[in-house]
């Protein structure tokens, strides 16, 4: 069975500063990882993910997350956020080859202050 | 383009009554699932369908029935609603394949008395 932990629940910070959200998983098979997004009463959008190939992915409006197989990590990063990034945000895995079925993480909260 | 919708958004039920939640998905996938999401417990799967006519349980099937009789349809039924179901339920749909995303509706609040 897959897990997914986010160590921080909630994330404050100043506009324009660097910030990481935190996720480790556990799988005793391989996976395939996500970032999602969740903007207030929306449903959830992916962000980015990590298939295979290098461990370094990005998203469209600056987000990056690296794959780390060492420390079953894929920390989320950002060097400078704007208002605009303070949702919540979701890591999830799914086992390769099987049925598409997504283990979320409980959610960080980022709210991003002037 | 619409994607995945979901009615109604907002609802509020007495505990033993039933209802039933909709979604509709216009992009001719093949998987479909239904979720809770709960404060701090991230989304949790409750069913999940691999197709038209297939269903399956997911991590807190209990209290929950879900019904595919149309690919671009997937329904999800509580018998009798309890506090414990208060929640937002989330469908999301794909193409298949567990390396594609999950395209999410925006979700339905529904509150049990």
């Known amino acids: 069975a897959q897990s997914v932990t986010q160590l921080d629940s909630q994330v404050p910070v100043f506009e324009e500063a660097p910030v990481e959200l935190r996720c480790n998983y556990s799988?005793?098979?391989?996976?395939?990882l996500f970032w999602y997004v969740q903007y207030p009463n929306q449903g959830l959008q992916l962000l980015l993910k990590?298939?295979?190939?290098?461990?370094l992915v990005e998203s469209i409006n600056g987000f990056e997350a690296e794959f780390n197989k060492s420390q079953t990590s894929f920390h989320l990063r950002k060097p400078s956020v704007h208002i605009s990034d303070t949702a919540e945000y979701f890591c999830?895995?799914?086992?390769?080859?099987?049925?598409?079925?997504?283990?979320f993480g409980a959610g960080t909260r980022l709210a991003v202050h002037p | 383009n619409a994607g995945v919708t979901q009615t109604p958004k907002f609802r509020v039920l007495k505990t033993g009554q039933s209802m039933t939640l909709l979604c509709a998905q216009d992009?001719?996938?093949?998987?479909m699932y239904w979720y809770r999401q709960d404060p701090g417990m991230g989304l949790r799967l409750i069913h999940y369908?691999?197709?038209?006519?297939?269903?399956a349980k997911g991590e807190v099937p209990d209290g929950y029935n879900v019904s595919r009789l149309k690919k671009q349809n997937f329904l999800l039924g509580l018998e009798s609603a309890a506090p414990s179901q208060t929640s937002v339920y989330f469908c999301?749909?794909?193409?298949?394949?567990?390396?594609?995303?999950?395209?999410f509706g925006d979700g339905t609040r529904l509150s049990i008395l």
């Open positions: 999301a749909s794909t193409s298949g394949g567990s390396n594609q995303p999950q395209h």
């Open positions: 799988s005793s098979v391989s996976v395939y």
């Open positions: 990590y298939l295979s190939g290098s461990t």
């Open positions: 999830a895995v799914s086992r390769s080859g099987g049925y598409n079925k997504l283990i």
């Open positions: 992009m001719n996938h093949e998987y």
């Open positions: 369908s691999v197709g038209e006519g297939t269903t």
